[in-house]
């Protein structure tokens, strides 16, 4: 799993100060979208203002937004994810990772500013299939980086976000996850639970079981968010057989 937070009263609240210090500096320093905060699972939208889209795309009334994008790690976010997505010792070192920013549809029909980061082998590939996914008006409840959550996996997925790179272990095993080789993206982690061994992963994804009653935000085999990752390469988890992986795609 991801790393969690500090238990120490004391030593929570210096790892939050650091972790959202450093957030703030990419957002000013480094030429990056504005972070948007994920909402809960079960709330509708984001509290965030919508902002405008890239040219072609359906947009609402706000503040304008950079094109789409890819650009090496930038200084602050390096620093923010040293000791929490990423460590010394991780299979992939911070410069062969790429910040990805590609604006995405929400729950509400807004568009909003999004940030993946990825393995530079696959970033282009990533920001094509994010491409069109917008294009199809797939709602995604959030997009940011992990440093928001603490570099909490489980966290992450409660709060139903999409997100890639975090240098983590499979859940319950001793096998990196390819998450911790920037090679695989979790999408709408509520609405598309992961099942290892009988668990559902979130637990708010139990309302979800049903792949044949298909709602908002849900990927089932077939349609336009499977068909974009595999006309890029990536293979989807909810097509495995054993800890069957509704929001996982990878590209190996």
Not at 5 to 15: D, H, K, Q, V
Not at 62 to 83: F, K, Q
Not at 202 to 219: Q, T
Request: aromatic share 6%; with cysteine.
């Amino acid at each position: 799993m991801g790393r969690a937070f500090p238990t120490n009263p004391a030593a929570r609240r210096l790892a939050t100060g650091l972790v959202a210090a450093g957030l703030a500096l990419l957002a000013t320093g480094c030429s990056a979208t504005p972070q948007v905060a994920p909402v809960p699972a079960g709330v509708s939208g984001s509290s965030a203002p919508p902002v405008a889209g890239p040219t072609g795309t359906p947009a609402a009334s706000g503040p304008s937004i950079p094109e789409d994008s890819i650009e090496a790690l930038p200084a602050a976010l390096r620093t923010a994810m040293t000791g929490v997505s990423w460590r010394p010792g991780c299979p992939v070192g911070l410069d062969d990772l790429r910040l990805v920013h590609v604006s995405y549809v929400d729950f509400d029909g807004a568009l909003r500013p999004g940030q993946l980061v990825v393995h530079k082998a696959i970033a282009e590939a990533t920001l094509r299939v994010f491409q069109r996914l917008r294009a199809a008006r797939f709602p995604i409840r959030g997009m940011a980086l992990v440093e928001e959550f603490g570099g909490s996996d489980d966290t992450s997925m409660a709060a139903d976000n999409t997100s890639a790179f975090n240098c983590r272990n499979v859940p319950n095993t001793q096998h990196l996850s390819n998450h911790a080789y920037g090679r695989a993206i979790d999408v709408n982690t509520v609405e598309n639970p992961y099942l290892p061994g009988g668990r559902v992963m979130p637990p708010a994804g139990s309302a979800f079981l049903d792949r044949g009653n298909v709602r908002k935000g849900m990927i089932v085999a077939g349609d336009p968010t499977v068909q974009a990752f595999r006309a890029e390469g990536f293979s989807w988890g909810g097509a495995w057989k054993n800890g069957t992986d509704y929001q996982h795609f990878e590209k190996a």
